[in-house]
């Protein structure tokens, strides 16, 4: 069985953030060889399972890596 999260992808939104926390955000994405976009959806999705565990299985470490396109370092 799939999750909604796992199988929708179209909810878009804008994300103001201060320039200090943009430019980490960037850093930490570069560093991980993936877009900041990416990154931001991820940490949110990270957040919304940590908020709501039983309606989220939790992840992984080898469904984090496929799922989110982080690369093996």
């Known amino acids: 069985m799939t999750s909604d ?3 929708q992808m179209s909810d ?6 201060a320039d200090s926390l943009a430019a980490d955000l960037q850093q930490w994405a570069d560093e991980e060889g993936r877009a900041k976009a ?3 959806s991820f940490l949110i999705e990270l957040a919304i399972r940590q908020k709501f565990p039983d309606k989220y299985p939790p992840l992984t470490a080898a469904r984090t890596k496929k799922e989110t396109g982080r690369r093996d370092e």
Not at 12 to 17: G, Q
């Open 5 to 7: 999260t796992e199988t």
């Open 12 to 17: 878009r939104f804008s994300v103001t953030l």
């Open 38 to 40: 990416n990154l931001a």
